[in-house]
């Protein structure tokens, strides 16, 4: 069979068994879809995404309202852009919508089937997220490992002050994304991961960043299920080959700490790892230790370091409000001093400067899509089973029904306002909500303050030869996360 043959049959396949799905669907489902654009034959709605489907989708919903319907090739997706339905979505029907529908590339390795992600909220997924809970995430747990992200704080500052001595540039998402793998690291199983320098540390971020860039990127297949096993981008290969990369690299760390168990302790979370899987029924195995290690170093490093670059950015472009932050920090530990954790409450503007970025920045505009497990009825329209959900965050912080002068970067807005990222304000809710909100959000709030305030205490930034304030780009190059197109880079200087 020729080319175009194949092709042929495979579309006529297609479009007969979206009929059939439609015809059948329309028999079951008794409510009204929410409003949307109406659907080609075949593609549906896939050419309304564009390359920046956040922020179509938040045109469309100005046009449709805050919960619009798609269907995107087979898919059924319900757009969310408000705090209300947000907040109906996420909490009150917080159950039957904490279900995902794993993408392709996620099936390698089997990815899917243990991941923390990509599981449905069921007993596995519980076990998961309470180890993390308990062995990771608590308070007393992230106040033991302080000491050991101290260290990577000091490796930044020394970094940066290196660039100021030789008067070169710092990439900032660069230099984040390394500090973020080396807090991580250091939390998770006390070594250091990345260096600024060296090439093995290289090989490790672009493997990450490779990961996310798979799970990232549009995938037909993901649309039209029958072609998984075609793989027409080959994303699922790529993705395989980095899962390939990190897991040779996490076996090595597992088997070096086996060895050394009897002589030295460390009290991490590889240790408590390792001794649900050495008792005499194993808790975990040793693929599901691997596969969480993949899940916080996918989830964590890109949204952490994008974060801060995207901070850095608005910070740079309001050259007013980059002193106010420094002064801040100066006030409250000193001229050359390090900052610590527990300096972070006494830090209000800081704090604030994090929120408004996160409000205009969110790491993952659309949270990681959710999918409803019966047909509800939301906002007096019918959310088939099964269907997508997008929750708009991008949208609902840019909205001028919840923020005055939305395209502001105004940290002030958030002094006088009670509003916190932690899920229970649903105007600002970066981390999402609800059963399924971020774990690692006790740990990424440090880091983030952390980083940020190490670039700006001890220096000063200065632009590129020429480059104007309201010249730096601002363009987001969309992915499963949303970091700048263009690196930010600045000139330190030491104060
Ligand atoms: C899930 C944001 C840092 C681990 C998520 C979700 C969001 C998010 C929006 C999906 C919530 C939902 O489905 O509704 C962020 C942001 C971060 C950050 C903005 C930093 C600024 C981290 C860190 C870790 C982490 C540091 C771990 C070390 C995870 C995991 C999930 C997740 C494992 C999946 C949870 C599940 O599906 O049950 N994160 N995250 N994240 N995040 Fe984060």
Not at 212 to 220: A, K, L, S
Not at 458 to 480: P, V
Request: aromatic share 10%; hydrophobic share 40%; charged share 25%.
């Amino acid at each position: 069979m020729d080319f175009l043959t194949f092709l042929l049959l495979l579309l006529s396949i297609i479009w007969i068994w979206i009929l059939f799905q439609t015809l059948n669907s329309k028999h079951q489902k008794s409510g009204k879809l929410p409003p949307g654009p109406y659907p080609f034959p075949i593609i549906g709605n896939m050419l309304e995404l564009g390359k920046k489907p956040h922020q179509s989708l938040a045109k469309l919903s100005k046009t449709y309202g805050p919960l619009i319907y798609l269907k995107i090739g087979c898919l059924d997706v319900v757009v969310v852009s408000s705090p209300e339905i947000a907040k109906d979505v996420l909490q009150k029907y917080d159950q039957v919508f904490s279900s995902r529908s794993p993408p392709s590339a996620a099936m390698a390795k089997e990815h899917d089937k243990l991941s923390m992600v990509w599981l449905p909220a069921e007993n596995q997924w519980r076990k998961l997220r309470r180890i993390c809970k308990e062995q990771m995430f608590s308070t007393p747990r992230l106040d033991a490992s302080w000491d050991l992200r101290r260290e990577k704080l000091l490796i930044l500052s020394d970094y940066v002050n290196q660039c100021s001595v030789n008067g070169r540039t710092v990439k900032i998402g660069e230099a984040a994304l390394i500090t973020s793998l080396n807090l991580m690291s250091a939390t998770l199983f006390s070594v250091e991961f990345a260096d600024f320098n060296s090439d093995s540390s290289q090989e490790f971020k672009e493997v990450v960043w490779g990961v996310m860039e798979c799970i990232g990127t549009p995938n037909i297949a993901d649309y039209f299920p029958v072609l998984k096993y075609y793989d027409p981008q080959g994303i699922l290969r790529r993705n395989k080959v980095y899962f390939d990369k990190l897991f040779a690299i996490f076996d090595g760390i597992i088997d070096e700490r086996l060895k050394s168990r009897g002589t030295s302790v460390k009290n991490d979370l590889l240790d408590a790892l390792l001794d649900l899987n050495q008792k005499l029924e194993p808790e975990l195995s040793r693929d599901d230790i691997k596969h969480l290690l993949l899940d916080l170093f996918g989830a964590g490093a890109d949204t952490t370091s994008s974060t801060v670059e995207w901070a850095m950015t608005e910070l740079l472009r309001n050259p007013e409000k980059i002193i106010k932050a420094r002064n801040e920090l100066r006030d409250v530990i000193g001229m050359k001093k390090q900052i610590q954790e527990s300096d972070i409450s006494k830090l209000p503007y800081l704090q604030a400067v994090v929120k408004e970025t996160f409000r205009l920045h969110p790491a993952a505009p659309l949270l990681v899509p959710h999918k409803a497990d019966v047909d509800v009825e939301i906002n007096g329209y019918l959310v088939p089973k099964n269907a997508q959900i997008l929750v708009n965050v991008w949208a609902s912080g840019r909205d001028s029904n919840n923020w005055l002068s939305p395209d502001l970067f105004m940290p002030e807005r958030f002094l006088d306002r009670e509003t916190d990222f932690q899920g229970q304000d649903f105007e600002l809710i970066p981390f999402g909500a609800g059963r399924r909100i971020c774990p690692g959000l006790p740990l990424a709030r440090r880091m983030v303050h952390l980083m940020l305030a190490t670039l700006i205490c001890n220096f000063e930034w200065k632009l590129e030869e020429g480059l104007k304030l309201e010249e730096i780009d601002m363009t987001e190059r969309y992915g499963i996360t949303l970091p700048k197109a263009i690196p930010l880079e600045a000139f330190p200087i030491k104060l």
